[in-house]
C-alpha cells in the first residue's frame, strides 16, 4: 500500500501533485490516510475526482466520437485501451473515489486546483464554480485541452512555483503562530 511504502522510506507526510487518474489515488489518499496529508500541499491538474457523479465525464470518457486531434489521442489511449477501460468500467469505486470540499477541509491541506479551460474530459465551468463556492482556490488555464498543459515547460515552472508558494505559505503561518 502507498503507506507501507512510506513508512518503509521514512516519510510521516506528503506533498502530492497529480493528474486526471491520478487525482482519483490522490483522493483516495486525502480521505483514508489524512494523517499523511494534513497541513500538507496538494495540487490537482485537470482532476476527475470532483463531482465525479456528473454524467459528462463518463459521456466525454467512454461514449462521445472524437472531433478533435485531442478527443482522438485519449479515446484510443485511455478509453479503447483494454486495461484501462476494464479497469475504469468494472473495477473503479466511483463513489469511494469523490473528493468532497469537506474532505479537503478535514485534512487541514492547502490545495490548488489547475483547470485546464477546454477539457475535452472534465466539466472544467462547472467544477471550477463548484469549488470556488467551496473557497478552494483554483487556476482556469485558457485555450488548453485535457493535459496539455503539464507538457508544456512554463506551466510545469508555474505549477511548481504554486507548491512552493502553498509550502511557503505553511511556514510563514507556523512561523507566525509560535512567534505570538
Not at 477541509?105 to 472544467?124: A, C, L, M, N
Request: hydrophobic share 35%.
Amino acid at each position: 500500500s502507498i503507506e507501507q511504502l512510506l513508512l518503509s522510506l521514512d516519510e510521516k507526510k506528503v506533498a502530492i501533485i497529480s493528474h486526471s487518474y491520478g487525482t482519483l489515488v490522490h483522493s483516495c489518499i486525502v480521505k483514508q490516510l489524512s494523517h499523511l496529508v494534513s497541513d500538507q500541499s496538494s495540487i490537482f491538474i485537470d482532476p476527475i475526482c470532483f463531482l465525479l457523479l456528473d454524467s459528462r465525464y463518463t459521456s466525454n470518457m467512454f461514449y462521445r466520437q472524437p472531433s478533435s486531434p485531442n478527443q482522438l489521442l485519449l479515446h484510443t489511449s485511455c478509453a479503447e485501451d483494454l486495461y484501462s477501460i476494464y479497469h475504469l468500467q468494472r473495477h473503479l469505486c466511483w463513489y469511494e473515489s469523490i473528493l468532497w470540499p469537506e474532505d479537503i477541509k478535514q485534512s487541514h491541506g492547502r490545495i490548488h486546483v489547475f483547470f485546464s479551460e477546454d477539457d475535452d474530459i472534465v466539466p472544467t465551468s462547472f467544477i471550477n464554480d463548484y469549488l470556488k463556492k467551496s473557497n478552494i482556490d483554483t487556476t482556469v488555464l485558457s485555450d488548453f485541452k485535457h493535459g496539455q498543459m503539464i507538457l508544456i515547460p512554463k506551466y510545469q515552472k508555474n505549477i511548481l512555483k504554486k507548491l512552493l508558494e502553498l509550502e511557503t505559505k505553511s511556514s510563514i503561518d507556523d512561523n507566525e503562530s509560535i512567534s505570538i
